[in-house]
Protein backbone atom coordinates (compact mmCIF):
# COMPACT_ATOMS: atom_id res chain seq x y z
CA UNK A 1 0.00 0.00 0.00
CA UNK A 2 1.80 2.79 -1.03
CA UNK A 3 1.12 6.33 -0.05
CA UNK A 4 -1.72 8.23 -2.09
CA UNK A 5 -0.18 10.93 -4.02
CA UNK A 6 -2.50 13.97 -2.38
CA UNK A 7 -1.94 16.41 -5.15
CA UNK A 8 -3.98 14.37 -7.74
CA UNK A 9 -7.54 15.67 -8.47
CA UNK A 10 -8.63 12.15 -7.74
CA UNK A 11 -7.59 11.92 -4.70
CA UNK A 12 -7.36 15.26 -3.16
CA UNK A 13 -10.96 14.85 -0.87
CA UNK A 14 -10.62 11.27 -0.58
CA UNK A 15 -8.77 11.16 2.80
CA UNK A 16 -10.53 13.56 4.44
CA UNK A 17 -13.84 12.07 2.80
CA UNK A 18 -13.03 9.18 4.90
CA UNK A 19 -12.30 10.72 8.06
CA UNK A 20 -14.27 13.00 8.40
CA UNK A 21 -17.66 10.89 9.58
CA UNK A 22 -15.45 9.59 12.32
CA UNK A 23 -14.16 13.61 13.39
CA UNK A 24 -17.72 14.07 13.38
CA UNK A 25 -18.39 12.00 16.68
CA UNK A 26 -15.94 14.92 18.36
CA UNK A 27 -17.18 17.62 15.53
CA UNK A 28 -20.52 17.37 16.32
CA UNK A 29 -20.62 18.19 19.70
CA UNK A 30 -18.25 20.92 20.02
CA UNK A 31 -20.58 22.58 17.60
CA UNK A 32 -23.56 22.34 19.18
CA UNK A 33 -22.10 23.72 22.45
CA UNK A 34 -20.37 26.98 20.80
CA UNK A 35 -23.51 27.61 18.72
CA UNK A 36 -25.57 27.75 21.34
CA UNK A 37 -23.06 29.92 22.59
CA UNK A 38 -22.97 32.34 19.97
CA UNK A 39 -26.84 32.43 19.83
CA UNK A 40 -26.98 33.27 24.07
CA UNK A 41 -30.42 33.77 25.51
CA UNK A 42 -30.51 36.90 27.91
CA UNK A 43 -32.09 35.80 30.64
CA UNK A 44 -29.32 32.94 31.15
CA UNK A 45 -26.36 35.31 30.56
CA UNK A 46 -27.97 37.16 32.81
CA UNK A 47 -28.35 34.78 35.61
CA UNK A 48 -24.92 33.67 34.88
CA UNK A 49 -23.18 37.12 35.02
CA UNK A 50 -24.90 38.11 38.34
CA UNK A 51 -25.03 34.41 40.04
CA UNK A 52 -22.48 31.83 39.04
CA UNK A 53 -19.37 33.04 36.98
CA UNK A 54 -17.99 35.67 38.83
CA UNK A 55 -17.69 32.93 41.77
CA UNK A 56 -16.89 30.18 39.50
CA UNK A 57 -14.12 32.09 37.22
CA UNK A 58 -12.30 33.28 40.51
CA UNK A 59 -12.61 29.54 41.81
CA UNK A 60 -11.21 27.46 38.71
CA UNK A 61 -8.58 30.51 38.20
CA UNK A 62 -7.42 30.36 41.79
CA UNK A 63 -7.37 26.20 42.06
CA UNK A 64 -5.73 26.36 38.80
CA UNK A 65 -2.87 28.23 39.80
CA UNK A 66 -2.45 27.25 43.38
CA UNK A 67 -2.34 23.78 41.93
CA UNK A 68 0.25 24.74 39.53
CA UNK A 69 2.77 26.27 41.83
CA UNK A 70 2.28 22.94 44.00
CA UNK A 71 2.68 20.52 41.56
CA UNK A 72 6.07 21.71 40.47
CA UNK A 73 7.20 22.23 43.59
CA UNK A 74 6.30 18.18 44.43
CA UNK A 75 6.90 16.78 40.99
CA UNK A 76 10.20 18.85 39.34
CA UNK A 77 12.16 18.11 42.38
CA UNK A 78 11.12 14.24 42.82
CA UNK A 79 12.66 14.17 38.90
CA UNK A 80 15.38 15.40 39.77
CA UNK A 81 16.36 12.97 42.61
CA UNK A 82 15.45 9.88 41.43
CA UNK A 83 16.82 10.82 38.08
CA UNK A 84 20.27 12.64 38.57
CA UNK A 85 20.78 11.72 42.29
CA UNK A 86 21.83 8.32 44.39
CA UNK A 87 20.44 8.05 47.55
CA UNK A 88 18.68 4.73 49.85
CA UNK A 89 15.49 3.59 48.00
CA UNK A 90 15.62 5.73 44.34
CA UNK A 91 15.47 2.73 42.20
CA UNK A 92 12.38 1.84 44.05
CA UNK A 93 10.43 5.11 44.13
CA UNK A 94 11.65 5.56 40.74
CA UNK A 95 8.85 3.96 39.43
CA UNK A 96 6.69 3.96 42.78
CA UNK A 97 5.78 7.54 42.72
CA UNK A 98 4.29 6.92 39.44
CA UNK A 99 1.71 4.22 40.93
CA UNK A 100 -0.39 7.41 42.28
CA UNK A 101 -1.99 7.45 38.96
CA UNK A 102 -3.72 4.43 39.13
CA UNK A 103 -6.01 6.14 41.47
CA UNK A 104 -8.74 8.69 40.61
CA UNK A 105 -8.61 12.16 41.58
CA UNK A 106 -12.61 11.37 43.33
CA UNK A 107 -11.40 8.23 44.92
CA UNK A 108 -8.07 10.14 46.37
CA UNK A 109 -10.80 12.57 47.21
CA UNK A 110 -13.14 10.60 49.72
CA UNK A 111 -10.13 8.79 50.99
CA UNK A 112 -8.18 11.67 51.85
CA UNK A 113 -12.23 13.37 53.53
CA UNK A 114 -12.84 10.09 55.65
CA UNK A 115 -9.06 10.20 56.90
CA UNK A 116 -8.91 13.78 57.83
CA UNK A 117 -12.20 14.76 58.97
CA UNK A 118 -13.37 15.17 62.40
CA UNK A 119 -14.43 11.47 62.84
CA UNK A 120 -11.41 10.34 60.80
CA UNK A 121 -8.53 8.19 62.07
CA UNK A 122 -6.50 11.12 62.28
CA UNK A 123 -8.37 13.79 64.03
CA UNK A 124 -9.33 10.71 66.79
CA UNK A 125 -5.47 10.08 67.34
CA UNK A 126 -5.09 13.66 67.91
CA UNK A 127 -7.72 14.21 70.50
CA UNK A 128 -6.30 10.79 72.13
CA UNK A 129 -2.26 12.41 72.32
CA UNK A 130 -3.60 16.32 72.52
CA UNK A 131 -7.16 16.19 74.04
CA UNK A 132 -8.12 18.03 71.59
CA UNK A 133 -8.74 18.43 67.68
CA UNK A 134 -9.90 21.75 67.11
CA UNK A 135 -6.45 23.58 66.08
CA UNK A 136 -7.08 21.26 63.08
CA UNK A 137 -8.08 22.68 60.06
CA UNK A 138 -11.22 21.29 58.76
CA UNK A 139 -11.39 19.19 55.64
CA UNK A 140 -14.68 19.97 54.31
CA UNK A 141 -14.91 22.40 51.62
CA UNK A 142 -11.69 23.44 52.34
CA UNK A 143 -9.81 24.60 49.46
CA UNK A 144 -6.21 23.25 51.01
CA UNK A 145 -7.96 19.91 51.22
CA UNK A 146 -9.01 20.30 47.57
CA UNK A 147 -5.35 21.24 46.68
CA UNK A 148 -3.87 18.38 48.52
CA UNK A 149 -6.00 15.92 46.55
CA UNK A 150 -5.40 17.22 43.17
CA UNK A 151 -1.80 17.24 43.61
CA UNK A 152 -1.59 14.21 44.94
CA UNK A 153 -3.75 12.81 41.85
CA UNK A 154 -1.91 14.46 38.97
CA UNK A 155 1.73 15.46 40.28
CA UNK A 156 2.92 12.19 38.38
CA UNK A 157 2.36 13.98 34.77
CA UNK A 158 4.61 16.66 35.33
CA UNK A 159 7.31 14.17 37.62
CA UNK A 160 6.81 11.82 34.49
CA UNK A 161 7.64 14.76 31.98
CA UNK A 162 10.35 16.29 33.79
CA UNK A 163 12.43 12.62 34.90
CA UNK A 164 12.49 11.96 30.89
CA UNK A 165 13.80 15.53 30.27
CA UNK A 166 16.20 14.38 33.05
CA UNK A 167 17.52 11.36 32.23
CA UNK A 168 17.94 12.47 28.37
CA UNK A 169 19.64 15.64 28.90
CA UNK A 170 23.39 13.73 29.22
CA UNK A 171 26.32 14.40 31.77
CA UNK A 172 28.34 16.64 29.29
CA UNK A 173 25.80 19.75 30.68
CA UNK A 174 26.17 18.94 34.23
CA UNK A 175 29.77 18.73 33.88
CA UNK A 176 30.26 21.70 32.24
CA UNK A 177 28.32 23.42 35.42
CA UNK A 178 29.99 22.12 37.61
CA UNK A 179 33.35 22.94 35.94
CA UNK A 180 31.83 26.24 36.46
CA UNK A 181 31.95 26.05 40.12
CA UNK A 182 28.10 25.23 40.28
CA UNK A 183 27.27 23.26 43.40
CA UNK A 184 24.48 20.50 42.17
CA UNK A 185 21.87 22.74 43.42
CA UNK A 186 22.94 25.83 41.65
CA UNK A 187 23.39 23.00 38.39
CA UNK A 188 20.03 22.09 39.29
CA UNK A 189 18.21 25.73 38.89
CA UNK A 190 21.04 26.97 35.82
CA UNK A 191 21.40 24.13 33.77
CA UNK A 192 18.47 21.27 34.34
CA UNK A 193 15.49 23.42 34.97
CA UNK A 194 16.57 25.53 31.75
CA UNK A 195 16.78 22.74 29.73
CA UNK A 196 13.56 20.83 31.09
CA UNK A 197 11.68 23.48 30.73
CA UNK A 198 9.31 22.09 27.36
CA UNK A 199 8.95 18.62 29.17
CA UNK A 200 7.52 20.27 32.53
CA UNK A 201 5.30 22.48 30.41
CA UNK A 202 3.83 20.11 28.86
CA UNK A 203 3.58 18.04 31.78
CA UNK A 204 1.90 20.86 33.75
CA UNK A 205 -0.65 21.76 30.73
CA UNK A 206 -1.37 18.40 31.08
CA UNK A 207 -2.33 18.95 35.04
CA UNK A 208 -4.05 21.73 34.16
CA UNK A 209 -6.40 20.05 31.73
CA UNK A 210 -7.21 16.92 34.28
CA UNK A 211 -7.86 20.06 36.74
CA UNK A 212 -10.12 22.11 34.45
CA UNK A 213 -12.28 18.31 33.45
CA UNK A 214 -12.14 17.01 37.12
CA UNK A 215 -15.65 16.73 38.32
CA UNK A 216 -15.53 13.97 41.33
CA UNK A 217 -12.73 15.23 43.81
CA UNK A 218 -14.33 18.95 43.31
CA UNK A 219 -17.51 18.05 44.26
CA UNK A 220 -16.92 15.99 47.01
CA UNK A 221 -14.86 19.21 48.81
CA UNK A 222 -18.17 21.16 47.56
CA UNK A 223 -15.90 23.78 45.63
CA UNK A 224 -17.82 25.38 42.69
CA UNK A 225 -15.92 25.44 39.41
CA UNK A 226 -16.92 25.74 35.74
CA UNK A 227 -17.57 21.62 35.69
CA UNK A 228 -19.94 21.46 39.21
CA UNK A 229 -21.75 24.51 38.42
CA UNK A 230 -22.35 22.96 34.68
CA UNK A 231 -23.64 19.95 36.95
CA UNK A 232 -26.10 21.71 38.92
CA UNK A 233 -27.38 24.07 36.09
CA UNK A 234 -28.66 20.85 33.99
CA UNK A 235 -29.60 18.67 36.96
CA UNK A 236 -30.49 21.10 39.98
CA UNK A 237 -32.05 23.75 37.50
CA UNK A 238 -32.97 21.61 34.89
CA UNK A 239 -31.68 24.12 32.24
CA UNK A 240 -29.74 22.58 29.66
CA UNK A 241 -29.26 26.70 28.09
CA UNK A 242 -27.41 27.55 31.31
CA UNK A 243 -24.89 24.33 31.24
CA UNK A 244 -24.24 24.45 27.48
CA UNK A 245 -23.01 28.33 27.71
CA UNK A 246 -20.81 26.96 31.11
CA UNK A 247 -19.35 24.51 28.51
CA UNK A 248 -18.74 27.23 26.29
CA UNK A 249 -17.08 28.70 28.44
CA UNK A 250 -15.10 25.73 29.41
CA UNK A 251 -14.20 25.24 26.17
CA UNK A 252 -12.87 28.36 25.24
CA UNK A 253 -10.25 28.17 28.30
CA UNK A 254 -9.47 24.50 27.30
CA UNK A 255 -8.45 25.69 23.74
CA UNK A 256 -6.47 28.61 24.53
CA UNK A 257 -4.66 26.22 26.97
CA UNK A 258 -4.11 23.93 24.50
CA UNK A 259 -2.55 26.22 22.14
CA UNK A 260 -0.70 27.94 24.86
CA UNK A 261 1.23 24.55 25.54
CA UNK A 262 1.71 24.00 21.73
CA UNK A 263 3.55 27.73 21.44
CA UNK A 264 5.29 27.26 24.60
CA UNK A 265 6.66 23.87 23.09
CA UNK A 266 7.10 24.54 19.73
CA UNK A 267 8.81 27.63 20.94
CA UNK A 268 11.72 25.81 23.38
CA UNK A 269 13.52 23.10 21.34
CA UNK A 270 16.37 21.42 23.28
CA UNK A 271 18.49 18.48 21.70
CA UNK A 272 20.66 16.59 23.76
CA UNK A 273 21.83 13.48 21.87
CA UNK A 274 24.01 11.29 25.34
CA UNK A 275 21.58 10.00 27.88
CA UNK A 276 22.66 10.75 31.31
CA UNK A 277 25.49 8.63 32.49
CA UNK A 278 25.88 9.26 36.09
CA UNK A 279 24.09 10.35 39.44
CA UNK A 280 25.55 12.80 42.30
CA UNK A 281 25.64 10.18 45.43
CA UNK A 282 23.79 12.34 47.95
CA UNK A 283 25.83 12.05 51.18
CA UNK A 284 25.28 13.02 55.17
CA UNK A 285 21.88 14.38 56.01
CA UNK A 286 20.72 14.84 52.26
CA UNK A 287 20.57 11.62 51.30
CA UNK A 288 17.88 10.56 54.02
CA UNK A 289 15.92 13.91 53.35
CA UNK A 290 15.80 12.68 50.20
CA UNK A 291 14.04 9.50 50.84
CA UNK A 292 11.79 10.93 53.47
CA UNK A 293 10.26 13.46 51.08
CA UNK A 294 10.02 10.38 48.06
CA UNK A 295 8.41 8.73 51.34
CA UNK A 296 6.16 11.01 52.16
CA UNK A 297 5.19 11.97 48.93
CA UNK A 298 4.62 8.18 47.97
CA UNK A 299 2.72 7.43 51.01
CA UNK A 300 -0.01 10.34 51.14
CA UNK A 301 -0.42 9.85 47.37
CA UNK A 302 -0.93 5.99 47.39
CA UNK A 303 0.01 3.93 49.97
CA UNK A 304 -2.04 5.05 52.70
CA UNK A 305 -4.72 5.57 50.64
CA UNK A 306 -4.72 2.15 49.33
CA UNK A 307 -4.44 0.62 52.91
CA UNK A 308 -7.42 2.53 53.80
CA UNK A 309 -9.61 1.37 51.15
CA UNK A 310 -8.32 -1.75 51.77
CA UNK A 311 -9.43 -1.87 55.47
CA UNK A 312 -12.51 -0.34 54.65
CA UNK A 313 -13.39 -2.80 52.68
CA UNK A 314 -12.45 -5.18 54.78
CA UNK A 315 -14.95 -4.04 56.99
CA UNK A 316 -18.00 -4.22 54.64
CA UNK A 317 -17.38 -6.62 51.82
CA UNK A 318 -19.79 -9.05 53.49
CA UNK A 319 -22.86 -6.84 53.05
CA UNK A 320 -22.11 -4.87 50.01
CA UNK A 321 -20.63 -8.01 47.92
CA UNK A 322 -24.22 -8.76 46.67
CA UNK A 323 -25.93 -8.50 43.68
CA UNK A 324 -26.80 -5.16 43.57
CA UNK A 325 -22.70 -4.59 43.65
CA UNK A 326 -22.04 -7.34 40.33
CA UNK A 327 -24.75 -5.79 38.78
CA UNK A 328 -22.78 -2.12 38.98
CA UNK A 329 -19.59 -3.97 38.14
CA UNK A 330 -21.31 -5.85 35.39
CA UNK A 331 -22.62 -2.21 33.81
CA UNK A 332 -19.26 -1.15 34.09
CA UNK A 333 -17.38 -4.16 32.48
CA UNK A 334 -19.68 -3.98 29.57
CA UNK A 335 -20.01 -0.75 28.90
CA UNK A 336 -16.11 0.11 28.72
CA UNK A 337 -16.12 -3.04 26.25
CA UNK A 338 -18.30 -2.02 24.18
CA UNK A 339 -16.92 1.72 23.83
CA UNK A 340 -13.22 -0.38 23.64
CA UNK A 341 -14.30 -2.20 20.65
CA UNK A 342 -16.02 0.95 19.15
CA UNK A 343 -12.96 3.65 19.75
CA UNK A 344 -10.50 0.34 19.23
CA UNK A 345 -12.09 0.36 15.51
CA UNK A 346 -12.53 3.97 14.35
CA UNK A 347 -8.48 4.17 15.63
CA UNK A 348 -7.53 1.63 13.25
CA UNK A 349 -9.74 3.19 10.27
CA UNK A 350 -8.16 7.06 11.06
CA UNK A 351 -4.59 5.55 11.73
CA UNK A 352 -4.75 3.83 8.49
CA UNK A 353 -6.69 6.65 6.63
CA UNK A 354 -3.74 9.09 7.77
CA UNK A 355 -1.03 6.63 6.62
CA UNK A 356 -2.34 6.19 3.10
CA UNK A 357 -3.65 10.15 2.24
CA UNK A 358 -0.57 12.44 3.72
CA UNK A 359 -2.86 15.83 2.60
CA UNK A 360 -2.86 18.45 5.20
CA UNK A 361 -6.37 18.49 4.76
CA UNK A 362 -7.30 14.51 5.97
CA UNK A 363 -4.60 15.18 8.83
CA UNK A 364 -5.98 17.87 10.55
CA UNK A 365 -9.41 15.93 10.30
CA UNK A 366 -7.60 13.60 12.29
CA UNK A 367 -6.67 15.93 14.58
CA UNK A 368 -9.91 16.97 15.44
CA UNK A 369 -11.52 13.63 15.54
CA UNK A 370 -9.33 12.80 18.13
CA UNK A 371 -9.55 16.59 20.45
CA UNK A 372 -11.94 14.98 22.36
CA UNK A 373 -9.54 13.54 24.75
CA UNK A 374 -8.96 17.52 25.70
CA UNK A 375 -12.21 18.14 26.28
CA UNK A 376 -13.85 17.71 29.92
CA UNK A 377 -16.18 15.03 29.94
CA UNK A 378 -18.98 17.23 31.45
CA UNK A 379 -18.75 18.95 28.33
CA UNK A 380 -18.68 16.60 25.53
CA UNK A 381 -21.89 15.40 27.88
CA UNK A 382 -23.61 18.63 27.16
CA UNK A 383 -22.32 18.53 23.27
CA UNK A 384 -24.01 14.82 22.83
CA UNK A 385 -27.05 15.79 24.64
CA UNK A 386 -28.13 18.71 22.67
CA UNK A 387 -28.28 17.41 19.31
CA UNK A 388 -29.61 14.07 20.82
CA UNK A 389 -32.52 15.70 22.01
CA UNK A 390 -33.08 17.46 18.90
CA UNK A 391 -32.50 14.33 17.13
CA UNK A 392 -35.37 12.63 19.36
CA UNK A 393 -37.87 16.09 19.05
CA UNK A 394 -37.77 15.42 15.26
CA UNK A 395 -38.56 11.38 15.55
CA UNK A 396 -41.17 11.86 17.81
CA UNK A 397 -42.82 14.45 15.88
CA UNK A 398 -42.09 12.12 13.21
CA UNK A 399 -43.84 9.29 14.67
CA UNK A 400 -46.75 10.84 16.50
CA UNK A 401 -49.23 10.22 13.51
CA UNK A 402 -48.48 6.93 14.12
CA UNK A 403 -49.59 6.72 17.67
CA UNK A 404 -46.03 6.26 18.89
CA UNK A 405 -45.77 8.49 22.52
CA UNK A 406 -41.92 8.77 23.98
CA UNK A 407 -40.32 10.65 26.41
CA UNK A 408 -37.05 9.99 24.52
CA UNK A 409 -35.96 7.59 21.80
CA UNK A 410 -32.40 7.80 21.97
CA UNK A 411 -31.80 10.67 24.63
CA UNK A 412 -30.93 9.11 27.51
CA UNK A 413 -30.52 5.51 26.31
CA UNK A 414 -27.01 3.68 26.19
CA UNK A 415 -26.47 4.75 22.94
CA UNK A 416 -25.93 8.25 23.76
CA UNK A 417 -23.12 6.77 26.97
CA UNK A 418 -21.28 5.38 24.18
CA UNK A 419 -21.29 7.95 21.59
CA UNK A 420 -19.87 10.58 24.28
CA UNK A 421 -17.61 7.91 25.53
CA UNK A 422 -16.50 6.64 21.93
CA UNK A 423 -15.81 11.11 21.24
CA UNK A 424 -13.44 11.29 25.05
CA UNK A 425 -11.34 8.01 24.98
CA UNK A 426 -11.07 7.92 20.88
CA UNK A 427 -7.28 9.78 21.37
CA UNK A 428 -6.17 7.35 23.94
CA UNK A 429 -6.87 4.13 21.28
CA UNK A 430 -5.73 5.82 18.09
CA UNK A 431 -2.43 7.23 20.11
CA UNK A 432 -1.67 3.20 20.86
CA UNK A 433 -2.59 2.22 17.16
CA UNK A 434 -0.61 4.58 15.29
CA UNK A 435 2.43 3.82 17.65
CA UNK A 436 1.92 0.62 16.34
CA UNK A 437 1.10 1.53 12.98
CA UNK A 438 4.49 3.49 12.67
CA UNK A 439 6.15 0.68 12.92
CA UNK A 440 4.64 -1.07 9.87
CA UNK A 441 7.92 -0.04 6.87
CA UNK A 442 6.96 1.26 3.51
CA UNK A 443 8.89 -1.44 2.44
CA UNK A 444 6.46 -3.95 3.28
CA UNK A 445 3.52 -2.57 1.89
CA UNK A 446 5.39 -1.53 -1.74
CA UNK A 447 5.82 -5.20 -1.28
CA UNK A 448 2.16 -6.36 -0.81
CA UNK A 449 1.20 -3.71 -3.97
CA UNK A 450 4.11 -5.62 -5.95
CA UNK A 451 2.20 -8.95 -5.14
CA UNK A 452 -0.87 -7.26 -6.41
CA UNK A 453 -2.66 -6.96 -3.18
CA UNK A 454 -5.40 -3.87 -3.29
CA UNK A 455 -5.30 -0.99 -0.23
CA UNK A 456 -8.04 -3.55 1.67
CA UNK A 457 -6.24 -6.43 1.16
CA UNK A 458 -3.40 -4.90 2.38
CA UNK A 459 -4.99 -4.19 5.64
CA UNK A 460 -6.34 -7.34 5.94
CA UNK A 461 -3.08 -9.22 5.22
CA UNK A 462 0.14 -7.19 6.37
CA UNK A 463 -1.75 -4.46 8.73
CA UNK A 464 -3.91 -6.40 11.07
CA UNK A 465 -1.71 -9.23 12.52
CA UNK A 466 1.16 -6.32 12.53
CA UNK A 467 -1.05 -4.08 14.95
CA UNK A 468 -2.50 -6.89 16.89
CA UNK A 469 -0.48 -5.96 20.45
CA UNK A 470 -0.94 -2.23 19.41
CA UNK A 471 -4.92 -3.09 18.93
CA UNK A 472 -4.85 -5.03 22.22
CA UNK A 473 -3.29 -2.39 23.86
CA UNK A 474 -5.65 0.59 22.47
CA UNK A 475 -8.36 -1.70 23.42
CA UNK A 476 -7.19 -2.04 27.30
CA UNK A 477 -6.51 1.14 27.91
CA UNK A 478 -9.71 2.85 26.40
CA UNK A 479 -11.24 0.00 29.24
CA UNK A 480 -9.21 1.04 31.99
CA UNK A 481 -10.36 4.89 31.61
CA UNK A 482 -14.08 4.07 30.80
CA UNK A 483 -13.93 2.43 34.21
CA UNK A 484 -12.61 5.20 35.99
CA UNK A 485 -14.34 7.69 33.72
CA UNK A 486 -17.39 9.06 35.92
CA UNK A 487 -18.79 12.80 34.84
CA UNK A 488 -20.18 11.50 31.35
CA UNK A 489 -21.58 8.12 33.05
CA UNK A 490 -23.23 9.87 35.48
CA UNK A 491 -24.80 12.94 33.74
CA UNK A 492 -25.68 10.71 30.59
CA UNK A 493 -27.11 6.89 32.00
CA UNK A 494 -30.51 5.75 32.57
CA UNK A 495 -31.81 6.02 35.50
CA UNK A 496 -30.86 3.38 37.64
CA UNK A 497 -28.06 2.26 35.34
CA UNK A 498 -25.22 2.74 37.98
CA UNK A 499 -21.62 2.03 37.22
CA UNK A 500 -18.87 1.79 39.91
CA UNK A 501 -17.91 4.86 39.47
CA UNK A 502 -21.63 6.32 40.05
CA UNK A 503 -21.70 4.34 42.96
CA UNK A 504 -18.76 5.89 44.37
CA UNK A 505 -20.20 9.10 43.89
CA UNK A 506 -23.48 8.41 45.49
CA UNK A 507 -22.08 7.29 48.29
CA UNK A 508 -19.51 9.53 48.64
CA UNK A 509 -21.96 12.28 48.24
CA UNK A 510 -23.73 11.14 51.88
CA UNK A 511 -20.25 10.89 53.55
CA UNK A 512 -20.56 6.77 53.53
CA UNK A 513 -16.66 6.03 52.80
CA UNK A 514 -16.54 2.75 53.87
CA UNK A 515 -19.17 1.77 51.73
CA UNK A 516 -17.58 3.61 49.06
CA UNK A 517 -14.66 1.91 49.38
CA UNK A 518 -15.27 -1.49 47.82
CA UNK A 519 -16.65 0.01 44.17
CA UNK A 520 -13.38 2.45 44.32
CA UNK A 521 -10.71 -0.19 45.05
CA UNK A 522 -12.10 -2.29 41.42
CA UNK A 523 -11.41 0.77 40.17
CA UNK A 524 -8.46 1.94 41.54
CA UNK A 525 -7.12 -2.15 41.11
CA UNK A 526 -8.05 -1.99 37.26
CA UNK A 527 -6.26 1.19 37.25
CA UNK A 528 -3.15 -0.17 37.97
CA UNK A 529 -2.82 -2.30 35.19
CA UNK A 530 -1.84 0.44 32.14
CA UNK A 531 0.05 2.31 34.94
CA UNK A 532 2.76 -0.81 35.71
CA UNK A 533 2.57 -1.38 31.79
CA UNK A 534 3.99 2.42 31.87
CA UNK A 535 6.62 1.77 34.52
CA UNK A 536 8.10 -0.99 32.69
CA UNK A 537 7.98 0.72 29.83
CA UNK A 538 9.83 3.73 31.27
CA UNK A 539 12.19 1.40 32.97
CA UNK A 540 13.15 0.51 29.64
CA UNK A 541 14.77 4.18 29.07
CA UNK A 542 18.33 4.19 28.57
CA UNK A 543 20.25 4.85 31.55
CA UNK A 544 23.17 4.22 34.00
CA UNK A 545 24.35 4.86 36.81
CA UNK A 546 22.57 2.61 39.12
Known amino acids: MSVVD???????WRGFAFALPIALLTIVPLLAVVGMALTPQPEIWQHLWNHVLPRVLANTLLLMLIVSIVVLAVGVPLAWLTAMCDFPGRKFFAWALVLPLAIPAYVLAFVQMGLFEYAGPVQSFLRDIFGSSRWFPDIRGSLWGLVMVLVMAFYPYVYLMARSAFLTQGHRSMEAAQALGYSPVAAFFKV??????????AGLALVLMEVLADFGAIAVFNFDTFTTALYKSWFDLHNIGAAAQLAAMLVLVVTLLLAAEQRS???QRFHVSNPQQYRVVLKGGSRWLAFALCLLIFSAAFAVPMVQMVAWSLSVWQEDLNSDYWGYAWNTLSLAL???AIATVLALMLSWIRRRYTDGLTSWTVRLAVLGYAMPGVVLAVGVFVPIAWLDAWLMALLEPWGVQSLGIIKGSLAGMLLALAARFLAVAYNATDAAMQRITRSQEEACASLG?????????LHLPLLRTGLLSAFLMVVVDVMKEMPITLMMRQFGWDTLAVRVFQLTSES?????ALPALAIVLVGLLPVILLVLQTEKTPSSGG
Open 192 to 201: GLPLARPWIG
Open 6 to 12: HTAPAYR
Open 265 to 267: RSA
Open 338 to 340: MTA
Open 453 to 461: LGPWQTLRR
Open 512 to 516: MWDQA
